[in-house]
């Protein structure tokens, strides 16, 4: 059982039992879904067509800042849960993400879809705003 509650008047927090009898305060966090895209650049990834197979659905994907990237100040580095690199966050997409993520919020993506077409896996995805 938890219960939302403020603590100090500045964050919220949620009061919680683990149903072991053991309970305590922690704080309060939710992802926020912000947009879907796709991931840039598969075609440019070596051994792409390999990686395709152990990317699924639902797969979390964590992304990186790249200030110094030399074609593109708001550049956003994707990158699975083994730390291979897929691609970037299309350069039409990336400028409010790299914002936040330079502002220290935590930005991460979801694999809602992926496809073969010719020569590019197409990964469709989810950005969302971890906050706390």
């Not at 919680?16 to 895209?37: A, E, W």
């Not at 930005?107 to 995805?125: A, C, M, T």
Request: aromatic share 10%.
């Amino acid at each position: 059982m938890s219960d939302i509650i403020k603590k100090n008047n500045d964050y919220l927090r949620i009061k919680y039992t683990d149903g072991h009898g053991l309970s305590g305060i922690k704080p309060f966090q939710r992802d926020i879904l912000l947009f879907d895209t796709h991931i840039a650049g598969t075609t440019h990834i070596e051994g792409m067509d390999e990686l395709e197979k152990h990317i699924h659905i639902g797969d979390r994907l964590e992304f990186y800042r790249q200030q110094d990237n030399p074609y593109d100040t708001n550049a956003i580095e994707i990158r699975n849960d083994m730390n291979v690199k897929l691609g970037y966050v299309p350069k039409a997409d990336n400028i409010v993400f790299s914002r936040l993520m330079d502002a220290g919020k935590l930005l991460y993506g979801k694999v809602i879809s992926k496809e073969i077409l010719d020569n590019w896996v197409k990964i469709r995805i989810e950005i969302y705003l971890h906050e706390i």
